[in-house]
């Protein structure tokens, strides 16, 4: 199967870069209601993931209690606790799903590294779910 059926393509999906600030990124976050989003860099290749648990340990290892602050800190100075795993877009469903029992998303890049989209840990249940399903009808 063609892993890139379940893609949801970088235009529809919420991002950052590794050159925004805190505050950017609480921001970004709040507004897409996610709990993970991908970082970037300049030239568009996948550069990790930060999470809210990312946010709040380096919110509290910085004493920050209020967004002023925020701003002035670089998204890169926070420490994340792990990177999620991506996967080429030649993976196959095998790959995605052990990646998938670790993390919310796994991120999907081209051959030269460039973030091309998430496919989300939902829709890989979902296969496998609809797997399942099949194979009890027959």
Request: aromatic share 10%; glycine share 6%; hydrophobic share 35%.
């Amino acid at each position: 199967m063609n892993i890139l059926f379940f893609l949801h393509p970088k235009s529809e999906t919420a991002y950052i870069h590794d050159y925004h600030t805190l505050r950017q990124v609480m921001e970004i976050m709040e507004y897409h209601k996610y709990s993970s989003v991908p970082i970037l860099n300049k030239e568009g290749k996948y550069a990790g993931t930060i999470t809210e648990g990312d946010l709040l340990w380096g919110l509290k290892g910085r004493n920050l209690l209020n967004l002023k602050d925020a701003e002035e800190v670089s998204i890169l100075k926070i420490e994340r606790r792990h990177d999620y795993q991506c996967v080429s877009a030649e993976s196959d469903m095998e790959d995605l799903i052990g990646k998938a029992m670790e993390q919310n998303f796994v991120p999907v890049v081209d051959d030269e590294q460039h973030f091309i989209g998430i496919i989300t840990r939902r829709d890989i249940i979902g296969y496998c779910y609809d797997k399942i399903k099949d194979s009890d009808k027959e």
